[in-house]
């Protein structure tokens, strides 16, 4: 029989879901949806401390814990799937010591507010070898993870933007201490890039964190698919955390919408499915 109270306790909902205005609205809206642990989105804290510097304590008097951070990068855009793939992470040459500098900074912030994790997307990595991207892509890479590792905080690559086999042989090239995936099952149908229970056994262990987001594929070859609350779309939810049960997953399940008008009742949605279906 599964422990519901012990699901819980790794539950948790990304901060942007909610769309806060203020570290308090943050708060409120957490413990409106029934959850009190949360993933951070760093950069309104790095960029805008005199709105957002108080974060931690107005968590911390909320009984609100901070299970990990996310950040992005400069320049990214999401309109197509072309222009996330010119414009995205760690790629481009035109933003990369903005970027790398911002890093500094945003790995700096993590490590003062005791935080394990950090996740991001590192843009799209090349799927051959013999790319001549591939290689700066492990160098530049390797710079962020030792940037992290040097403040003790694991850095976590959100899955979706290539295939799991992909992932998984970028990865053992790189073969980075530092490095782990923070696992999107609806990324990789918003991406077109395959099957996310068979993903989960692909890349196994080196699951640290959950996103609990769905989506449906697009029916335009080259488009987005649609973001969709979680028992909505097309990931195959009981198969999904059968998966993580045979790869003896024992990271957080962290709540993620990033779509749709109804964000807290949505985030409720899915954390009523996982207590019923996560080991």
């Not at 919408?257 to 499915?273: H, I, K, N, Y």
């Amino acid at each position: 029989m599964m422990n519901s109270s012990a699901v819980h306790k790794r539950l948790a909902v990304c901060s942007w879901s909610l769309q806060p205005a203020d570290p308090q609205d943050l708060a409120d809206k957490v413990l409106a949806t029934g959850l009190q642990r949360v993933q951070l989105a760093l950069d309104p804290l790095r960029t805008m401390p005199a709105q957002w510097g108080q974060t931690p304590a107005v968590l911390g008097e909320a009984g609100i814990a901070m299970v990990s951070g996310m950040f992005g990068c400069v320049g990214e855009d999401y309109a197509t799937l072309d222009s996330i793939r010119a414009t995205g992470g760690i790629a481009p040459d035109s933003t990369w010591s903005q970027n790398l500098a911002n890093i500094k900074a945003t790995a700096g912030l993590a490590a003062d507010l005791g935080l394990n994790l950090v996740t991001f997307h590192a843009g799209f990595v090349p799927h051959d070898p013999t790319d001549a991207t591939h290689a700066k892509m492990q160098n530049r890479l390797a710079a962020v993870a030792d940037i992290f590792a040097a403040k003790n905080v694991r850095l976590g690559l959100e899955t979706g933007q290539e295939t799991a086999a992909s992932l998984v042989a970028f990865l053992a090239a790189l073969n980075h201490p530092n490095l782990c995936v923070n696992f999107d099952p609806a990324n990789l149908i918003l991406y077109g890039q395959g099957d996310p229970v068979a993903a989960v056994l692909q890349l196994g262990s080196a699951i640290h964190q959950v996103h609990i987001k769905d989506a449906r594929h697009t029916q335009v070859p080259g488009s987005w698919g649609e973001e969709l609350p979680v028992g909505a779309g097309e990931v195959d939810w009981p198969g999904f955390f059968q998966a993580l049960r045979q790869c003896n997953f024992t990271g957080d399940y962290v709540i993620e919408r990033e779509a749709g008008t109804q964000r807290s009742p949505d985030v409720c949605q899915a954390r009523e499915l996982v207590l019923k279906l996560a080991p």
